[in-house]
């Protein structure tokens, strides 16, 4: 059974940074595309960047440049590093990964950021 266990999340001043960690067990990370998403307060849940099974990464528009995908293959697990954090990056920030047909999603870690 595969399982994805977000953590990370908290309240941060505007400007500030963190790091969300995603653990994975049941698969292996360094096999699969990882993605972190995430909904915004009252909004659809969105994209926000990915890294491919070749360490290849892209980024939403709006995180570009502030937020890194990273992954740790020993550990089984994916980061997203969070820079230079706005009011409206606040959001549940998900975890997300798979290949083929067989996706999963975490259960989610609350981030809010406040000025």
């Known amino acids: 059974q595969v399982q994805l266990v977000e953590s990370g999340g908290g309240l941060v001043q505007a400007g500030g940074s963190l790091t969300l960690s995603c653990v994975v067990s049941g698969s292996d990370v360094s096999a699969n595309t990882m993605a972190w998403y995430r909904q915004p307060p009252g909004k659809q849940r969105e994209w926000v960047a990915s890294i491919f099974s070749g360490d290849m990464s892209n980024y939403a528009g709006r995180v570009q440049g502030r937020f890194t995908i990273s992954r740790d293959n020993a550990k089984n697990t994916v980061y997203l590093q969070m820079n230079s954090l706005t009011p409206e990056d606040t959001a549940v920030y998900y975890c997300?990964?798979?290949?083929?047909?067989?996706?999963?999603w975490g259960q989610g870690t609350q981030v809010t950021v406040f000025s």
């Open positions: 997300r990964g798979g290949r083929g047909v067989d996706w999963y």
